[in-house]
């Protein structure tokens, strides 16, 4: 009998094996199919494009998290609460489109026009929906690592123009600092320097080097816990 088990324990290890090492990551917001292919590569990590897109706003998130919204592969229906549960690794990325599409931006005659306050308000819509999103996730998946991303400067304006918007950049992490600060076991990642990096190696990309951030923030997440 004891031959028996032992047999049976051997047929089913690499299952076990396998099903340990099956982590999935949940990418959701302001991402686009490069950057979660890297993050598949780098993080070794199973994960899908199902409830992102580029320029993504805080508001579309929240109706798919509120909603509990549905995305359809090959016929099959995968609702945001299954993945959402299923998730070893959730990463966030939303604010900075939250703002931009209300402002006049032309970057090559280094224009940067805006309304202080439509901005003041688009950041305190921001916080209320980043506040539940995080909320929302936290209730569905109490277990997950959740990552934060900050928003970055993505323009190349001379000065005053650089200044100022650098100062919009930190309202909007302001904004999401203050949304999660009330949460455990959520990481904020700044991307503050992404800019002056991708100028000091040519051969990077902004998507490459992006999951490359994660890949590090979450090794060196996963070594201190």
Same mark, same amino acid.
């Given at each position: 009998?004891?031959? %028996?088990? #032992? &047999?049976? #324990?051997?047929?089913?290890?690499?299952?076990?094996?396998?099903? +340990? =090492?099956?982590? *999935? !990551?949940? %990418?959701? &917001? +302001? !991402? /686009?199919? =490069?950057?979660?292919? +890297?993050? *598949? %590569?780098?993080?070794?990590?199973? &994960?899908? /494009?199902? !409830?992102? @897109? =580029? +320029?993504?706003? @805080?508001g579309e998130l929240f109706k798919i998290v509120d909603s509990n919204a549905s995305y359809y592969e090959n016929g099959k229906k995968h609702p945001f609460y299954v993945e959402a549960s299923k998730a070893k690794l959730i990463l966030i990325n939303v604010g900075l489109y939250d703002v931009i599409p209300s402002m006049e931006i032309k970057e090559d005659e280094n224009i940067l026009n805006y309304d202080d306050n439509l901005l003041n308000k688009q950041l305190e819509v921001f916080s209320y929906h980043m506040y539940h999103i995080i909320e929302e996730v936290r209730s569905i998946n109490n277990k997950a690592d959740i990552f934060v991303l900050s928003a970055y400067n993505i323009f190349n304006f001379e000065k005053p123009e650089e200044k100022l918007f650098n100062n919009i950049v930190k309202e909007v992490n302001d904004s999401i600092n203050d949304s999660i600060k009330d949460f455990d076991n959520i990481k904020y990642i700044s991307l503050v320097d992404m800019k002056n990096q991708l100028k000091e190696d040519a051969s990077l990309t902004p998507n490459l080097l992006l999951a490359d951030i994660i890949r590090s923030h979450y090794n060196e997440w996963c070594r201190n816990k």
């Open positions: 009998m004891k031959k %028996a088990y #032992f &047999g049976l #324990f051997i047929l089913l290890l690499p299952i076990l094996v396998s099903c +340990n =090492e099956q982590k *999935k !990551f949940l %990418a959701l &917001g +302001n !991402f /686009n199919d =490069e950057t979660i292919t +890297n993050l *598949k %590569a780098l993080l070794n990590m199973d &994960g899908n /494009n199902y !409830f992102v @897109s =580029e +320029n993504m706003q @805080s």
